[in-house]
């Protein structure tokens, strides 16, 4: 089966020359964690922004001291896009989103080389209501290596232990116990509300004594060990989640099960029976 069958057709774009404020306000709006950034004149795929680079890079070094009504799209955006066409197989988008460890993938045409849909890991969890997913625990696929933070840490080293590891969220731990997740939606959010409020002189030192505790979200919803794929699947789609702690008690964390870690898991099972 192609990819065109699945994927968004109706895809929400940013031009390049807009602004971050802008870029997150169409994604507030629409609820999504990436827009593809397009040429003003020729209507082309010229990079993507995603939250992610927005909580990397708005409050870096680098940037801290550019106003957000300077700060373009084309700024901070990635430039070199991963792109799939609409005649790929499913299995073929799968490999491309887990070998490159990326959210979504604009189908883009061949021949116009216009962006004709976009697919992201939340379209193939939609279609988990089947076996081995219904009967599989996340225990099976969940990552035992759990990157922590305290209520106390500051948030620049929060943003560097995301960047390190690679990874969108930290679970916060407080006494032993998870006290609240921080995501790259919470920085973004944070460091832009921040910048719109303080006055650009004092940005800089007053962004390095933010405290993970001030922007955390303390509402946290976890799984336990035996909670199938297929359940957790549903509840990120839902909720729209990209990761939630695994514990059976609620407040000892086990593991982490993000939609990556399904998203191979899913990959494995269809490259083994060739569904795709």
Not at 72 to 88: F, G, K, L, N, W
Request: aromatic share 4%; glycine share 4%.
């Amino acid at each position: 089966m192609t990819i065109d069958k699945i994927m968004v057709k109706d895809v929400i774009t940013v031009n390049k020359d807009q602004t971050v404020v802008d870029a997150l306000k169409l994604m507030k709006k629409h609820k999504i964690s990436r827009l593809p950034a397009i040429s003003p004149k020729t209507k082309e795929l010229v990079g993507i922004i995603t939250e992610k680079d927005m909580a990397i890079k708005i409050a870096s070094a680098k940037y801290e001291e550019i106003p957000l009504s300077h700060m373009r799209v084309s700024t901070i955006m990635t430039q070199d896009v991963i792109t799939a066409a609409p005649t790929d197989s499913k299995l073929q988008i799968l490999k491309k989103l887990v070998d490159n460890h990326i959210g979504g993938i604009p189908i883009v045409d061949e021949e116009t080389k216009e962006i004709v849909g976009i697919v992201t890991k939340g379209d193939f969890l939609k279609q988990l209501d089947k076996e081995p997913y219904t009967t599989t625990p996340i225990k099976d696929i969940m990552s035992k290596r759990v990157i922590t933070i305290g209520p106390d840490d500051r948030f620049v080293h929060a943003r560097t232990l995301m960047m390190d590891n690679k990874i969108s969220r930290l679970v916060v731990i407080s006494s032993g116990s998870i006290a609240g997740i921080l995501t790259d939606k919470d920085m973004t959010k944070t460091i832009i509300e921040f910048k719109k409020r303080v006055p650009e002189k004092y940005q800089a030192n007053q962004i390095r004594n933010l405290f993970v505790q001030e922007i955390m979200s303390q509402t946290i919803e976890t799984q336990p060990k035996d909670a199938t794929v297929a359940d957790v699947a549903n509840i990120m789609v839902n909720k729209e989640y990209s990761g939630i702690p695994v514990s059976d008690d609620g407040s000892k964390v086990q593991g982490i099960v993000t939609k990556s870690d399904i998203l191979k898991f899913v990959y494995d099972q269809n490259r083994k029976r060739g569904n795709y």
